[in-house]
């Protein structure tokens, strides 16, 4: 942002170097997760530290020396909600570690301090064990990473106006459709039969809806969901362009329809199943296939034009996917449990009903 200031403070034996950067798309949108992150790396004291192999030593480790390093990291929030306040030290023979954690509310600054001093210029071999513990203490506290809760997500300026709207639209759209669904009825099942109740399979089937109702729940009340409805989202790949944009944004859109309609279509699967509607085998597997068809479709837009490997997250919903299609697809169409089970027709009075008004 500036050119570089340079400071010779000769009393004092120090030299100061300043350098000011202005950083763009710092918050970058994780796919495989859903979620917004900013990553906080120490590097320069990192790049200062020995990493040893965890083997036995016979020979002493040789250490910069002298050397010191006293770093500070200052970010400015938004809030505090995100800051680790800790504080410890460690004193050796050959060197010692100082790190703080804290919130100074007076400037919304969340200060990383850290100081590391190098006493002699060697560890000897008994000393390694404890030299290798207290260097791995210090690498885990020289990474954070701040979620899309504390960064522009949590910013009401950044609100995407299209995207809220194109959420509502969708959102709207798939309760209409959910709505029609609901009415239809696939009509093979004979109108004098009544149910068996819901039992073997089936429960686990049950659990497993309610297992992805919960998660998609989880997802949108972790703040991970409102990252498609800000700007930093749309624009999180603005170092591309022509083809990849444009794919980038078709993919952001269509990854928030089926978030939506998902949520939409888990709600009136679960209604079905337990009102034991004939069509729920029929819209289950359609569901069921959908979604793998989905997964695989995605993972491949992603190694096809960002150029980027398929995670291995992704890659096991694709095989749990595709277990779960092999299982509960042939099991819903094939089963006599399940043709005798979801019997009942949309607007069908059972013989509950019948006995109630009787009485």
Known sequence: MDSLEFYDQRQANNISLV??????????????????TFLILGKILYDQLINLPNRPRKNPVSLRY???????????????????QDQWEIKREAYEIKFSSKFIS??????????YAVLKDHILPEQVSQFRKDMDKLYDYLEYELNDSDGPAANGENLNIGMVLFGILVFGGSLWVCLKLYKYSPGTVPADI?????DGWLILLAIGLLMRLLLILSTT???????????????????????????FHFMFLVELAVILFGACFTGLL??????????????????????????IVDAAVINLFFNL????????????????????????????????TFVNKYGKRTLVDVDSDLA
């Open 19 to 36: 350098e000011r950067y202005s950083m763009k798309n710092g918050w970058q949108y994780d796919s495989t997760r859903h979620k917004y």
């Open 66 to 84: 002298p050397y010191r390093l006293d770093y500070r990291i200052r970010l400015a929030l938004p809030t505090s909600q995100s800051v680790i």
């Open 106 to 115: 007076a400037e919304n600054i969340w200060e990383l301090h850290y100081d």
């Open 194 to 198: 009544s149910g068996l109740k819901i």
């Open 221 to 247: 009340l972790t703040g991970s969901f409102g990252v498609y409805f800000t700007n930093s989202g749309w624009d999180s790949v603005l170092g591309q362009s022509g083809l990849k944009l444009f794919t």
């Open 270 to 295: 679960l209604v079905l199943f337990f009102k034991k509607r004939d069509s729920f085998p029929v819209l289950y597997s359609v569901f069921m296939a959908g979604t793998l068809a989905y997964l």
């Open 309 to 340: 490997s398929v995670s291995g997250e992704s890659v096991s919903q694709i095989i749990r996917q595709i277990i779960a299609v092999a299982i509960w697809i042939p099991y819903l169409n094939m089963s006599e449990r399940v043709r005798e």
